[in-house]
């Protein structure tokens, strides 16, 4: 496997698409990469030289924020967001859906596992 960027890439899928395991670079983003590279986005990970892992690491360091870098901006901006009390800040606290979803009967996924009533006899 091709490692770029601390990213173990595929050997066997095609270039354009192991390049999707890096955090922050979808298949536009890498599509865009290898063309301005000019490598093949079809050809394989197994199949790259030396060469052009080093361009590809490079280029994507110079111009893009990935992994780490990118994980922490997200972090940044949703911790601002509860800092300042916005009422997206408060949701992201209370683990809710952010971004206007009713919550009435769905959200399962924010808001955790139903909480059921034990009955008594």
């Given at each position: 496997?091709?490692?770029?960027?601390?990213?173990?890439?595929?050997?066997?899928k095609a270039?354009?698409?192991?390049?999707?395991?890096?955090?922050?670079?979808?298949?536009?983003?890498a599509?865009d990469?290898?063309?301005?590279?000019?490598?093949?986005?079809?050809?394989?990970?197994k199949?790259?030289?030396?060469?052009e892992?080093?361009r590809?690491?490079?280029?994507?360091?110079?111009?893009?924020?990935?992994?780490?870098?990118?994980?922490?901006?997200?972090?940044?901006?949703?911790?601002?967001?509860?800092?300042?009390?916005?009422?997206?800040?408060?949701?992201?606290?209370?683990?809710?859906p952010?971004?206007?979803?009713?919550?009435?009967?769905?959200?399962r996924?924010?808001?955790?596992?139903r909480l059921?009533?034990?009955?008594?006899?």
């Amino acid at each position: 496997m091709a490692r770029i960027l601390g990213v173990e890439v595929p050997d066997n899928k095609a270039l354009f698409v192991g390049l999707t395991y890096i955090y922050g670079i979808g298949r536009k983003t890498a599509l865009d990469i290898l063309n301005n590279l000019e490598i093949d986005p079809n050809k394989r990970a197994k199949e790259l030289t030396d060469d052009e892992i080093s361009r590809l690491s490079h280029h994507i360091n110079e111009n893009y924020k990935v992994e780490g870098e990118l994980r922490q901006e997200i972090n940044k901006n949703i911790k601002r967001l509860i800092d300042i009390g916005s009422y997206r800040g408060k949701r992201h606290k209370a683990g809710l859906p952010v971004r206007g979803q009713k919550t009435h009967s769905n959200a399962r996924t924010r808001k955790g596992p139903r909480l059921t009533k034990i009955k008594k006899r």
